[in-house]
């Protein structure tokens, strides 16, 4: 290509140069015909201090830019490089402003050429990467990245980053290219002209890519012919029985594998649990193998006995490691042919109908132009059409899960669920999700294919994944964009009818005007009801209500409201009844669209009805408003209370083995409180715990101060100003990295606001989950970039979150994690307990608490290297009673209790 691109990177004093933030270093890289042909780097004296968190990223103190010449010294040779070429950044909105600004410091005219954001390409040409930053995909594409945040460094591997991406754009078929020349106008980037080259190069080219289908105009990677994972002809090892394979043993086929004596003990009982029919409840402790204790015997047994074995697991992140890093292990050691296939709900699938009918739509947002660029990649490199695959901004999240298969719809006429239901017909191993297991549990016609044996992972979160699927919720923002999106859809059909059609489209708009007043007004006369009836905490609102007990003319005109509402949707369906006759045989149609659309306004009233008119026994309603939201911002749920029952009936009476697996199952080592949650009391299931393989009296040490105010005894905000005391102290003695855990946002933020007084001048980072923007995993990052930081985090944070080898020095539980008060689901499973003649603290709060305490706890020590201290802040650890509850479900180490500053000396200590 005859382009000039100059690719840039800088460090800075801070984010803003509106602030008057200032460089400190610019690396440059020109790339041309795809080869780095010149290089510029430079730091700069930026005539102001700069901030210790800024030295501790970049590695760039006052000392490192004392004698550095100023920008304006080196502003024409920059100028001059950057002249007739591309601005290319990763980030151009960081990198480009603070360059405007250093330009017109020094008197020169700004920067007036096309730009491109790498992370904006990045996403395009790479769309399921797992995450856009910079050395993350460095890593993704094996490019050697030695000092990031140094500019010079950064500049350089921005550049080898690019040239990847316009290697891999120039390699997508000519179809694909076109349709991403028509979207390129709506993206920030301007790789229009790029598009421009490569297809005109494109066209003089043989057409040689036999790897791709056409479908609607779309390029798609050709199918497999809907065929399991399986062996590829490698050698396999010699036919061996399990019970062969664990007399000998053999080392597994992993990177650094070192033999761990309960890894194998559990695979033992797990294939004699499988072999005997028997039911089974295993607690594995972190670090133990548990993927692979359970996956292995699963392995043996489906091809020993021609059974085939569901996995059912909950996170993404687990299904992927099963099948990227376990199934290629497991095709080494079993020896007999193995098919393995992945199965989720049809709302998981991609449906190209729908996407094929949205890739014209004009008036594209940003996000939805990005998103369009996406799936147009996506769909050349994926087998399953898996949704998961992709990772889409936030902005794009509702437009992707509108063009999934929707539940209604016939999956034998989609192309990826109906693929992916054959590779599970035709596979030995399952692999599938809770929810999706829950709906086969329940469905009269069942999607997974028959089974009789079952590996439950992640166990601890059935129950709670259960009472979500089977309760129902609606609120006002689903409401107003299901409403608003069938508006948009008529207001399109308007403009292009005439005659009785168009009259018939007139009458549904007006209804459906009808119908968005009135939820307006039915979702405020709720918001209004439930702030009256429950004063809120922590700005938010939890109100339990029941129908036949709630009374006032308030809650009168909200049922009244509700039917009005059911009548007006009736009244809809009624007058769109004409233009829905070729709903059901084009899916591109508007009356397609509308018709989908219905049906979802339809349950939605459906479910609205049955919250606020019918009374359902053995379930827990309540209202969820935020104090400060809009006046129609609210949420109605309903969950069921005990599930015990189903569990029972569903599924352990009918399937012949069952193992759920967790690293948390057990309380005081005894299983009894999970078996009760899951109606496993009465079968009597093998109950077995293998703790983790770590030193904890050598790796960890626990810490409690008695310095600290009791929390049932001071206000809330006071216990979060000690608290908040407590961790500067913590982080500026002890740890680089702490992660400080908190039982609610409530506390959370009273805590951070209390530390934010106090830490202006500390030398680490503070990041805390709601505060700064961002998912668990985003703000992992973040705060992994640091060397010292901070780390406030609730919710997802107590489980699930794995730090790379020794990334925390210290774990910090800012109080034992009892369920807040106002917990509308423990509040009515504890009313349940109490009218059985039960004490619910010690038959739900403590062990569900209990739990919760250990999945904190093993945050700190994930790999036999990790050593690190845990403070628990919370006096009643060891003062109550039931404090050693807490303690005895921990794994053998030291505790010690004293004043915070005697701690602290102990814990510097220990830690060296």
């Known amino acids: 290509m005859a382009m000039r691109f100059v690719i840039i990177d800088l460090e800075t004093t801070g984010n803003g140069p509106k602030k008057g933030d200032r460089i400190i270093q610019l690396g440059m890289a020109v790339v041309e015909d795809g080869s780095i042909v010149e290089r510029f780097a430079s730091f700069f004296n930026p005539e102001q201090p700069i901030p210790l968190f800024i030295q501790q990223l970049t590695n760039i103190d006052e000392e490192t830019v004392e004698g550095a010449p100023l920008f304006a010294d080196k502003a024409a040779e920059i100028a001059a490089m950057m002249d007739g070429a591309y601005f290319v950044a990763h980030n151009v909105d960081f990198d480009l402003p603070f360059l405007q600004a250093e330009l017109e410091r020094a008197g020169r005219p700004p920067f007036a050429g096309p730009t491109i954001d790498t992370v904006e390409l990045a996403r395009i040409v790479l769309p399921t990467a797992e995450s856009y930053k910079l050395g993350d995909l460095a890593k993704q594409l094996g490019l050697r990245h030695d000092r990031p945040h140094q500019a010079d460094s950064d500049a350089e591997v921005t550049a080898k980053l690019f040239i990847a991406l316009l290697r891999r754009l120039s390699r997508l078929p000519l179809v694909t290219l076109e349709q991403l020349r028509r979207l390129a106008r709506h993206l920030k980037s301007d790789i229009?002209?790029?598009?421009?080259?490569?297809?005109?190069?494109?066209?003089?080219?043989?057409?040689?890519?036999?790897?791709?289908?056409?479908?609607?105009?779309?390029?798609?990677?050709?199918?497999?012919?809907?065929?399991?994972?399986?062996?590829?002809?490698?050698?396999?090892?010699?036919?061996?029985?399990?019970?062969?394979?664990?007399?000998?043993?053999?080392?597994?086929?992993?990177?650094?594998?070192?033999?761990?004596?309960?890894?194998?003990?559990?695979?033992?009982?797990?294939?004699?649990?499988?072999?005997?029919?028997?039911?089974?409840?295993?607690?594995?402790?972190?670090?133990?193998?548990?993927?692979?204790?359970?996956?292995?015997?699963?392995?043996?047994?489906?091809?020993?006995?021609?059974?085939?074995?569901?996995?059912?697991?909950?996170?993404?992140?687990?299904?992927?490691?099963?099948?990227?890093?376990?199934?290629?292990?497991?095709?080494?050691?079993?020896?007999?042919?193995?098919?393995?296939?992945?199965?989720?709900?049809?709302?998981?699938?991609?449906?190209?109908?729908?996407?094929?009918?949205?890739?014209?739509?004009?008036?594209?947002?940003?996000?939805?132009?990005?998103?369009?660029?996406?799936?147009?990649?996506?769909?050349?490199?994926?087998?399953?059409?898996?949704?998961?695959?992709?990772?889409?901004?936030?902005?794009?999240?509702?437009?992707?899960?509108?063009?999934?298969?929707?539940?209604?719809?016939?999956?034998?006429?989609?192309?990826?669920?109906?693929?992916?239901?054959?590779?599970?017909?035709?596979?030995?191993?399952?692999?599938?999700?809770?929810?999706?297991?829950?709906?086969?549990?329940?469905?009269?016609?069942?999607?997974?294919?028959?089974?009789?044996?079952?590996?439950?992972?992640?166990?601890?979160?059935?129950?709670?994944?259960?009472?979500?699927?089977?309760?129902?919720?609606?609120?006002?923002?689903?409401?107003?964009?299901?409403?608003?999106?069938?508006?948009?859809?008529?207001?399109?059909?308007?403009?292009?009818?005439?005659?009785?059609?168009?009259?018939?489209?007139?009458?549904?708009?007006?209804?459906?005007?009808?119908?968005?007043?009135?939820?307006?007004?039915?979702?405020?006369?709720?918001?209004?009801?439930?702030?009256?009836?429950?004063?809120?905490?922590?700005?938010?609102?939890?109100?339990?209500?029941?129908?036949?007990?709630?009374?006032?003319?308030?809650?009168?005109?909200?049922?009244?409201?509700?039917?009005?509402?059911?009548?007006?949707?009736?009244?809809?369906?009624?007058?769109?009844?004409?233009?829905?006759?070729?709903?059901?045989?084009?899916?591109?149609?508007?009356?397609?669209?509308?018709?989908?659309?219905?049906?979802?306004?339809?349950?939605?009233?459906?479910?609205?009805?049955?919250?606020?008119?019918?009374?359902?026994?053995?379930?827990?309603?309540?209202?969820?408003?935020?104090?400060?939201?809009?006046?129609?911002?609210?949420?109605?749920?309903?969950?069921?209370?005990?599930?015990?029952?189903?569990?029972?009936?569903?599924?352990?009476?009918?399937?012949?083995?069952?193992?759920?697996?967790?690293?948390?199952l057990a309380v005081r080592g005894r299983f009894a409180y999970m078996a009760a949650r899951l109606g496993l009391d009465d079968f009597y299931p093998l109950c077995r715990s293998f703790p983790a393989p770590f030193r904890y009296e050598e790796q960890a040490a626990l810490f409690v101060p008695t310095d600290l105010p009791l929390v049932s005894a001071v206000p809330l905000e006071a216990y979060a100003e000690a608290a908040a005391a407590a961790v500067l102290s913590i982080a500026r003695r002890v740890g680089r990295r702490t992660l400080v855990l908190f039982p609610s946002y409530e506390l959370l933020k009273m805590t951070a606001e209390a530390l934010k007084t106090e830490e202006a001048d500390e030398p680490f980072v503070l990041i805390a989950q709601g505060i700064q923007s961002g998912s668990p995993a985003k703000l992992l990052r973040t705060f992994l970039q640091f060397d010292h930081a901070v780390l406030f985090g609730t919710s997802g944070f107590w489980e699930g979150i794995d730090l790379p080898d020794s990334a925390l020095d210290a774990l910090i539980i800012a109080r034992l994690p009892f369920a807040p008060p106002d917990d509308p689901v423990m509040e009515a499973k504890s009313e349940r307990i109490r009218a059985a003649g039960g004490d619910p603290f010690y038959e739900l709060s403590l062990p569900e608490a209990v739990l919760r305490f250990k999945q904190g706890f093993g945050r700190l020590i994930r790999t036999e290297r990790d050593k690190g201290a845990v403070f628990v802040l919370d006096r009643r650890l060891t003062a109550a009673s039931y404090g050693t509850d807490f303690l005895a479900s921990l794994p053998p180490l030291s505790v010690y209790e004293g004043a915070l500053s005697e701690l602290l000396d102990k814990a510097s200590d220990w830690l060296l």
């Open 192 to 664: 229009y002209s790029l598009l421009d080259v490569v297809i005109a190069k494109k066209q003089k080219e043989a057409p040689t890519d036999n790897t791709v289908a056409l479908y609607r105009g779309i390029a798609l990677k050709k199918p497999g012919g809907g065929k399991p994972e399986q062996d590829n002809g490698e050698e396999r090892p010699a036919s061996v029985s399990f019970a062969a394979f664990y007399e000998q043993a053999p080392p597994l086929p992993l990177p650094g594998y070192k033999r761990r004596e309960g890894q194998w003990e559990m695979m033992q009982l797990i294939y004699e649990a499988l072999s005997t029919s028997q039911h089974a409840l295993i607690e594995a402790g972190t670090g133990l193998g548990k993927s692979l204790a359970y996956f292995i015997p699963a392995a043996f047994f489906a091809c020993e006995r021609q059974e085939r074995v569901v996995i059912s697991t909950h996170t993404l992140q687990l299904q992927e490691q099963l099948i990227r890093r376990d199934w290629p292990v497991l095709r080494q050691v079993v020896p007999a042919p193995l098919r393995v296939a992945v199965l989720k709900g049809k709302q998981n699938y991609l449906s190209l109908d729908k996407f094929a009918s949205f890739l014209p739509e004009p008036n594209d947002t940003y996000d939805a132009a990005l998103l369009k660029c996406q799936l147009l990649v996506w769909l050349l490199e994926t087998d399953s059409g898996d949704l998961d695959e992709l990772n889409v901004s936030s902005g794009a999240r509702l437009s992707l899960s509108a063009l999934a298969i929707g539940e209604e719809e016939d999956g034998g006429r989609h192309h990826f669920f109906a693929q992916a239901k054959r590779r599970a017909e035709q596979a030995d191993l399952v692999i599938t999700n809770h929810a999706f297991l829950l709906h086969d549990l329940t469905a009269s016609t069942p999607l997974l294919p028959p089974f009789r044996y079952l590996v439950i992972d992640e166990a601890h979160r059935l129950e709670e994944i259960a009472a979500r699927y089977f309760g129902e919720r609606i609120d006002y923002v689903s409401f107003r964009l299901s409403t608003a999106k069938m508006a948009q859809t008529i207001t399109k059909w308007l403009e292009a009818e005439q005659g009785e059609t168009r009259d018939v489209l007139a009458r549904c708009q007006r209804r459906l005007e009808g119908l968005q007043f009135e939820g307006d007004e039915l979702f405020r006369l709720l918001r209004r009801y439930a702030l009256r009836k429950k004063p809120a905490r922590a700005g938010r609102c939890r109100c339990r209500f029941s129908p036949a007990d709630e009374h006032g003319r308030t809650w009168q005109a909200a049922v009244e409201l509700c039917w009005r509402l059911r009548d007006l949707t009736a009244a809809l369906l009624g007058e769109a009844k004409p233009l829905l006759a070729s709903a059901a045989t084009d899916d591109g149609t508007p009356s397609a669209s509308l018709a989908a659309d219905l049906v979802a306004l339809n349950r939605q009233m459906d479910v609205l009805v049955r919250l606020l008119t019918e009374a359902e026994p053995g379930t827990v309603r309540w209202i969820e408003a935020d104090e400060k939201g809009a006046a129609n911002a609210v949420r109605l749920y309903s969950q069921p209370v005990d599930l015990a029952d189903f569990f029972a009936e569903r599924l352990f009476m009918k399937k012949r083995s069952v193992i759920l697996t967790s690293a948390t």
